[in-house]
């Protein structure tokens, strides 16, 4: 595991588009509003992480651990979830669109108004 060190708080910018952050430790981390659009993040441990209305468009998780992270009204379009622990996460009103869910792990998240990958609005 790789330890990460962020500081400040505002992650809106472009600071960490396209970062590589491949098995970064990044359990309890407010990331609210990142730009996190082409970055890679596999096997990132992002557990209980605050991300609502992160963009993660085109993004990698491959095998990221996104549990019970609150992940409302963030951007996944076309991004790769493959393997991805997604239990008991928060994907209210989420895009999923195109995004690869293959072999993620579901359990017990919300899913409320979320777009599918297929287009579909979940209820």
């Given at each position: 595991m790789?330890?990460?060190k962020l500081s400040g708080t505002d992650w809106s910018n472009e600071k960490l588009r396209g970062a590589n952050l491949t098995q970064a430790d990044l359990n309890n981390i407010n990331l609210s509003s990142a730009n996190?659009?082409?970055?890679i993040l596999d096997d990132a441990f992002l557990f209980q992480a605050q991300l609502e209305s992160a963009d993660f468009y085109k993004a990698s998780l491959k095998g990221a651990n996104l549990t019970e992270a609150d992940l409302s009204n963030a951007n996944f379009t076309s991004a790769d979830l493959r393997a991805a622990d997604l239990t008991n996460a928060n994907l209210e009103n989420a895009c999923l669109a195109n995004a690869n869910l293959a072999g993620a792990i579901l359990d017990n998240a919300?899913?409320?108004?979320?777009?599918m990958p297929d287009g579909t609005i979940h209820e």
């Amino acid at each position: 595991m790789i330890q990460v060190k962020l500081s400040g708080t505002d992650w809106s910018n472009e600071k960490l588009r396209g970062a590589n952050l491949t098995q970064a430790d990044l359990n309890n981390i407010n990331l609210s509003s990142a730009n996190l659009q082409e970055a890679i993040l596999d096997d990132a441990f992002l557990f209980q992480a605050q991300l609502e209305s992160a963009d993660f468009y085109k993004a990698s998780l491959k095998g990221a651990n996104l549990t019970e992270a609150d992940l409302s009204n963030a951007n996944f379009t076309s991004a790769d979830l493959r393997a991805a622990d997604l239990t008991n996460a928060n994907l209210e009103n989420a895009c999923l669109a195109n995004a690869n869910l293959a072999g993620a792990i579901l359990d017990n998240a919300n899913l409320t108004g979320a777009m599918m990958p297929d287009g579909t609005i979940h209820e």
